[in-house]
């Protein structure tokens, strides 16, 4: 499988019998790395606080030496956010919705029309249905 460190998006999905702890702690720390650190949205020291986790243990996930077993990756989880689990995620073959149209670049005026017509359609099925 062929992996771009850059850009998650890029990754593929794995088969499931490929899907293994060794890809889960490269997938993690790639994404912990991107949050967690000097110019980064968090700290260290925050997250640990928040999570409950010792800052050795977070720098050890970011390094790729560690994985977290379950319950302190739902803790690293209900800090951060669901952006944590994207590279994870994917290795099923979820697509993120950065992958897809940006809800603020959505024309809501045209769903909502869309919508109207639509939803026309169905009441004047239901009227004939109904007369007949």
């Known amino acids: 499988m062929e992996k771009d460190s850059t850009n998650s998006d890029t990754v593929s999905p794995l088969a499931p019998e490929d899907i293994n702890t060794e890809e889960v702690t490269i997938r993690l720390a790639r994404k912990l790395r991107t949050l967690i650190g ?9 997250v640990s606080h928040l999570s409950g986790i010792d ?23 209900s800090v951060l956010g669901p952006e944590l ?3 994870i995620d994917q290795m099923y073959g979820w697509k993120p919705r950065a992958s ?29 249905a109904s007369k007949s």
């Open 38 to 46: 000097p110019g980064r949205r968090w700290s260290y020291s925050g």
């Open 55 to 77: 800052i050795r243990s977070l720098q050890a996930y970011a390094r790729g030496e560690a994985c977290p077993n379950l319950a302190k990756f739902k803790r690293l989880l």
């Open 85 to 87: 689990s994207t590279e």
């Open 100 to 128: 897809s149209a940006a809800p603020e670049r959505l024309d809501l005026g045209h769903i909502a029309e869309e919508l109207r017509r639509s939803l026309e359609v169905i009441d004047n099925s239901i009227e004939r």
